[in-house]
């Protein structure tokens, strides 16, 4: 590998993710929940892009993956906190996630629902989303926070994993004409 090619990868790779910086402060204001910044959840997606093959097949499984991991994560987080009263008391949240998490793994026998590090990635981000972004607004309902944040996550989800399409994109038009001068 030249130099040249050594250095244009990582300075492409580089701008790309300053892109995504410069993006997310000039999104964040307009999201339906305003925020600090959610770029942490497009980085996420773009590694995912990769995990995913690094084609655009691969990224709709992963948007796919993403999006069955906010269901699941709004199932678990509903079923948990309805049943925490119930005799389970403060294991109600980990009984449902070990039931959910256990019925996922089915998903792998569909090709399109495949993705599971995408649905438990997606899940995750959406958890940290709800403790952690999302106000405890007293005039939004439950269902109106869930909305919030799957939208919200769902567009930065399809931030990054565009991120990584774009990626694979400059790669390899640029190796294609780094080999051809070779």
């Known amino acids: 590998m030249s ?5 244009i990868i990582p300075l492409i790779i580089a701008v790309l993710a300053f892109a995504i910086q410069v993006l997310d402060n000039l999104v964040a204001p307009c999201m339906p929940l305003e925020n600090k910044g959610l770029s942490w959840i497009c980085f996420q997606s773009w590694a995912v892009y990769f995990f995913a093959g690094g084609t655009v097949k691969g990224g709709i499984k992963s948007l796919i993956g993403y999006a069955i991991g906010i269901v699941i994560s709004i199932a678990i987080i509903s079923w948990g906190t309805a049943s925490f009263m119930s005799p389970f008391g ?3 949240v980990p009984i449902a996630v070990g039931i959910v998490a256990g019925l996922v793994i089915f ?3 569909n090709d399109w629902t495949s993705s599971v590090p995408a649905i438990f990635i997606g899940a995750g981000a959406f958890f940290a989303f709800m403790n952690y972004v999302v106000p405890e607004d007293l005039t939004l309902t439950v269902c109106e926070q869930f909305r919030i944040a799957a ?7 399809f931030i ?8 694979v994109t400059l790669r390899v038009m640029y190796e294609n004409k780094v080999n051809k001068k070779q």
């Open 3 to 7: 130099l040249k090619k050594f250095v």
């Open 90 to 92: 403060s294991f109600a």
């Open 107 to 109: 998903l792998e026998r």
């Open 151 to 157: 939208i919200t996550e769902i567009i930065y989800c």
């Open 160 to 167: 990054g994993l565009a991120f990584g399409f774009i990626t």
